[in-house]
């Protein structure tokens, strides 16, 4: 097993250990960390699979985690009317309007470095074709932020992503539109 992968795995296995006992309760630290988890997990993949990653990939994938956690403690927050803590203790450290705040940088931030990923990444078609890509990462945030804001449905975000029909259908559009991206553009 190659030493990157140890170390990794080492780390995600420290960062739970950290959250669960101490972190979870740590306002901003906690959603960071879930985030960060996420993408120790895609480095991880990446070291097995002996793969050379994008810097704006990696960015992407953080942002990305980071921002899917915050919609998870809004909506969290949201059920929990007026009475944040009773689920999860940091709750009562956070507001409505911190969270949607947060929420706002982090899914713009996402779009950006995404962007950026399409026409700037090594391993990408050089016509730019990838940045066909952009419109179904949009409408995912899109779609997740309408999910936050006007259902209870983002309490579970993994149950989400496979359970919404119109998000489902744009990850599966995104998908072949990627697969064919890379396929004609080499």
């Known amino acids: 097993m190659d030493t990157g992968f140890r170390i990794v795995a080492s780390e995600i296995v420290v ?3 950290a959250y669960s006992s101490y972190i979870k309760n740590v306002v901003l630290l906690d959603v960071m960390v879930v985030g960060s988890g996420y993408l120790l997990r895609v480095l991880a993949g990446a070291l097995v699979i002996d793969v050379e990653m994008s810097p704006w990939l990696y960015t992407t994938i953080g942002l990305g985690a980071l921002f899917i956690a915050l919609g998870k403690r809004y909506s969290e927050f949201k059920a929990e009317e007026g009475t944040p803590g009773n ?3 940091v709750l009562r450290k956070y507001s ?3 969270l949607s705040q947060m929420i706002t940088v982090t899914s713009t931030a996402t779009l950006v470095a995404y962007s950026l990923y399409t026409f ?3 391993n990408v078609p050089a016509n730019h074709s990838m940045m066909l890509t952009i419109p179904f990462v949009v ?3 899109f779609r997740y932020l309408y999910l936050i804001n006007q259902t209870t449905e ?3 975000p993994e149950m989400v992503i496979i359970k919404d029909p119109p998000l489902v259908v744009d990850l599966l559009l ?3 539109t990627t697969g064919a991206v890379l396929a004609l553009g080499r």
């Open 15 to 17: 960062l739970n250990l």
């Open 87 to 89: 689920q999860r203790l």
């Open 96 to 98: 409505e309007p911190l």
């Open 120 to 122: 700037s990444a090594a």
């Open 139 to 141: 409408f995912g945030l």
């Open 154 to 156: 983002a309490e579970s």
């Open 174 to 176: 995104w998908g072949v």
